[in-house]
């Protein structure tokens, strides 16, 4: 197999015609057909579950399709594996990353596709030169020596798009490629985007933002429940276009929530938290009934400051108090003891069992108030399935039943997971970070007011996103952090996303009045 000759911009590259994949019970494609164009940036957008990585993975040669063909450039190809992909001029950014930790940003680029000398050794110094034209391409300003793991996941995305670059690819399809970037990281990687595309490359690109499907696609498909239901070619849809195509009727994107009917005592009152790194001298409040948001650019120091109240971090200097006593917890589990759920930015390292059910993830946080009794540790399993069930039910996870494994879920619904466990009513203090990645519109407003809802009995719930329209449609107020301080406060009617991008700027905008 060879890579095809180039297509002209706007032509067909790739057909799948009728193709079909199904897991155990689970119908995952039925019958999709999607045309991708050279040189055209192609959004696949659907609720979670509908499909999309199945069929990114049907071409990348991970799954099988039970039937129907791939064409490229009109002549049918069998894709067996990740190999048979690459040679055909086809790489894949998958939603978890295949960086190798460890390794440097050369040989992260150069995965499987370095250049040899004719004795059948890899040659570095060609291997380089290749890599350094391809790094001024994707605007790379980092060393090519440094670590992989120190890099932000913005950085890691752009070694990821010029992995695919080395290998000459014409086809580059990007899962969620955004959906840990902030705005700005974001924009910055529409532009590199837009010059593939300009170059002639042909783009997938899967989204929930929906802002950015409709501003940088020139095609859409729109999947639900594994078939296609929309197909738009050459053709912008506006966000509320996309959003009726997914949920099937109009939807409001961003509206401000009810003020709490009540909102009592401080259970979390932060005073003067430092890590000595990354935090500096950060207070914060939230009361029972309260909805407070942590806005700010990637790298504020945001997640930081959370893990520093729940633990995860050491607490240098200040102090933590929770329901008016304070505390200072060694790790996540001290403060989970004392009625915290935390939901962490990191789902599949920190968030979820990915091996165990559904079930099992959901009752996990919630096991005391299970058991039958003090000295029987017994567990009440029926119980603990029938609140997973509900939770399923509230949550809108799209599962074949709660004892399914939670790896084999669709990355948004993991997601759902990773929250809905959380959704009992016996937590003081509710910590998201970033608890809607993934998720798709729907869901995230049903995500909104299961959260709310909990407030409203009187948790305390704080809330890290980079979303500012999530914080606009979420919160009651927003404290916003710029370089590991605290900078401003929004309440109420002041919550915009214009005025939280404005405060988490002013710091460095009084930086250069003074200078
Ligand atoms: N390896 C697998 N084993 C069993 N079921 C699977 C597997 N991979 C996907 N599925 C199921 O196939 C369906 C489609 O999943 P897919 O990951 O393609 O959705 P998606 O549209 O990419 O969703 P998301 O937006 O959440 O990433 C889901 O019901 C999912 O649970």
Not at 91 to 96: L, S
Request: aromatic share 4%.
């Amino acid at each position: 197999m060879s890579a095809p000759e180039a297509t002209t911009a706007g032509e067909p590259l790739l057909r799948v015609d009728r193709l079909t994949k199904t897991f155990g019970g689970v119908q995952a494609l039925k019958d999709v057909s999607v045309t991708i164009r050279s040189g055209v940036v192609h959004g696949f957008v659907g609720a979670n579950g509908a499909g999309k990585s199945t069929l990114i993975r049907c071409l990348a040669g991970i799954h099988r399709p039970d039937a129907g063909t791939i064409e490229l450039d009109g002549a049918p190809v069998d894709i067996h594996t990740a190999l048979d992909a690459s040679r055909l001029g086809m790489a894949f950014i998958h939603q978890e990353m295949s960086i190798i930790p460890g390794w440097d940003v050369l040989r992260n680029m150069a995965l499987g596709m370095p250049y040899r000398t004719r004795a059948g050794l890899i040659d570095w110094k060609a291997t380089r030169r290749r890599a350094e034209i391809v790094a001024e391409k994707v605007g790379i300003r980092f060393s090519l020596d440094a670590i992989i793991d120190d890099l932000s996941t913005a950085d890691q995305w752009l070694v990821m798009i010029a992995r695919a670059l080395m290998q000459d690819a014409r086809l580059i399809a990007m899962d969620e490629p955004t959906a840990s970037l902030s705005p700005q990281e974001a924009s910055r990687l529409h532009g590199i985007i837009r010059e593939l595309t300009a170059a002639g490359t042909a783009v997938i690109f899967v989204s929930h933002r929906l802002a950015e499907v409709s501003e940088l696609c020139e095609d859409i498909t729109v999947f639900k429940d594994g078939r296609v239901v929309r197909t738009a070619v050459g053709q912008r849809l506006t966000s509320h276009e996309l959003v009726e195509a997914i949920v099937g009727h109009h939807m409001e994107l961003t509206r401000r929530p009810e003020p709490p009917a009540h909102v009592g005592e401080p259970v979390l009152d932060v005073e003067h938290a430092s890590d000595g790194r990354l935090v500096q001298d950060a207070s914060l409040q939230v009361r029972a009934g309260e909805v407070v948001g942590l806005g700010g650019l990637v790298g504020a120091g945001r997640t930081e400051f959370t893990r520093l109240i729940y633990g995860a971090e050491r607490l240098r200097t200040g102090e933590v108090r929770l329901a008016g006593r304070t505390v200072r917890f060694h790790e996540p589990a001290d403060a989970v003891a004392q009625r915290v759920g935390i939901v962490p930015e990191e789902r599949r390292s920190q968030g979820v069992f990915l091996d165990k059910s559904i079930d099992f993830n959901i009752n996990l946080a919630s096991l005391d108030s299970l058991r039958t009794g003090r000295f029987v540790p017994w567990l009440r399993l029926g119980a603990g399935r029938k609140r997973a069930q509900r939770l399923i039910d509230e949550v809108g996870i799209k599962a074949r039943g709660a004892d399914q494994p939670v790896g084999a879920l669709s990355g948004g619904n993991q997601q759902k997971v990773a929250v809905a466990r959380w959704l009992t009513h016996d937590r003081q203090l509710l910590i998201l970070d970033e608890p809607s990645r993934g998720v798709d519109v729907g869901a995230r407003a049903e995500l909104h007011t299961l959260i709310r809802d909990l407030a409203g009995r009187g948790a305390a719930v704080l809330v890290v996103s980079s979303d500012n329209e999530e914080l606009v449609a979420l919160c009651d107020r927003v404290v916003v952090m710029a370089e590991g301080h605290v900078v401003g406060e929004l309440v109420g009617d002041q919550i915009t996303t214009k005025a939280i991008l404005a405060l988490s700027f002013a710091r460095a905008h009084k930086q250069e009045d003074v200078a």
